[in-house]
């Protein structure tokens, strides 16, 4: 096959995690048959900088352009003024509406060999294997917003807003992600408050009964549903929830496999190139030290593959590879526990040795 991939390495740890990415997918590349064309591309804190945007014209048509996109991570303190013009993270939004990427699927599953680097205990932990779909293009996040005087001074809105479609789209992907796993989809909102809540509600119980009446469906309010994942995580499948609920329900859940640095994502449109990006931020603070864990970038590549080039076996490879590297008991700063820890390369050697045959 071939693909075109665009990487867009960002801010902080974002370029040396993309490298070991690249590395992975070339690796994949070679022992698969494949021709995989890499473009890189300004994206983030970098793009203002250098294009006075966080996201320069010729990065969204190349991205437009491609079969996937790779992403480290934007931002950094140098751009984090309130004040400023543009931020990194306006460059992250407008890409996901531009390409339509109303699906942010986020899967929390603890690596066995992990299960003591988490807060949780590990009879909680043991058996977790939730996906979660955050809706990514509606929202709080793109309802309209504003600042008008008020007799105190100032007052500002944000205004939360969802459809019908909005609604139905994601939640059929979530059934239909539901009847590849364990065939249950729990809804979150907050019905009992939120007129947009109660919209979701009927709309999702509508595509469930009509288009989906055999996958086991439950709503939980978003308040309840923080207390759930941690306490009874393993009752989930696949969740799924509006931008805002999903963006602090995903950050809470990736506290249970142990470490930010085993979390890739992926963002899917109605069609077109998937967005895929490890979930943690660019980490400033360790920026071009070899210190950052490469492995949810590497993860995240394995994601592309199976959602955006349809090569699961390849997906999977990549999986397989990243599990026998923990096993070996290889491990980065943030997962070592105190114990040894290897370099953001020597990580990516290691798993790009375990894909050779
Ligand atoms: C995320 C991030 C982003 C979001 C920020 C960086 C805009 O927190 O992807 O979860 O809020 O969506
Ligand atoms: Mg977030």
């Not at 960002?10 to 995989?36: N, S, Y």
């Amino acid at each position: 096959m071939d693909a075109k991939i665009v990487l867009l390495p960002g801010d902080g740890i974002g370029p040396e995690i993309i490298d070991e990415g690249e590395r992975v997918l070339i690796a994949v590349a070679e022992r698969f048959g494949h021709q995989f064309e890499f473009q890189r591309c300004p994206k983030g804190g970098n793009a203002i900088d250098s294009h006075g945007t966080p996201l320069p014209d010729e990065t969204l048509e190349a991205c437009r352009a491609a079969d996937a996109i790779l992403l480290g991570a934007v931002g950094g303190p140098k751009w984090d003024d309130p004040n400023a013009k543009t931020r990194p993270e306006a460059g992250l939004l407008a890409l996901r509406k531009e390409l339509q990427l109303f699906a942010n699927l986020r899967p929390i599953k603890p690596h066995r060999q992990l299960i003591d680097a988490s807060p949780l205990k590990r009879e909680i932990l043991e058996g977790t294997d939730i996906l979660f779909l955050r809706e990514l293009t509606g929202g709080i996040y793109f309802g309209g917003s504003g600042v008008k005087e008020h007799p105190s001074g100032e007052e500002a809105y944000s205004i939360m807003t969802y459809n019908t479609e909005e609604v139905a789209r994601i939640v059929r992907l979530a059934a239909k992600s539901a009847q590849l796993r364990r065939n249950k989809v729990t809804s979150v909102d907050k019905a009992n408050v939120l007129e947009v809540s109660r919209l979701w509600r009927r709309v999702a119980a509508q595509v469930m009964a009509e288009e989906f009446p055999d996958v086991e469906y439950e709503v939980v309010l978003v308040d309840a549903m923080a207390m759930h994942l941690i306490s009874r995580p393993r009752d989930f499948d696949v969740v799924v929830t509006g931008n805002m609920f999903g963006d602090i329900l995903t950050d809470e859940g990736s506290m249970l496999p142990g470490s930010l640095g085993m979390l890739p994502s992926a963002s899917l449109g109605v069609s077109g190139p998937g967005l895929y990006e490890p979930i943690h931020g660019s980490a400033p603070d360790i920026a071009g030290k070899g210190l950052a864990n490469p492995l949810a970038t590497i993860l995240a590549a394995g994601m592309a593959l199976q959602h955006s080039l349809g090569l699961s076996d390849e997906a999977a490879a990549i999986d397989a590879a990243v599990e026998s590297v923990l096993e070996a008991g290889h491990r980065t700063a943030d997962i070592a526990a105190g114990g040894e820890a290897i370099s953001t390369a020597e990580m990516g050697d290691l798993v790009v040795a375990a894909l050779q045959p």
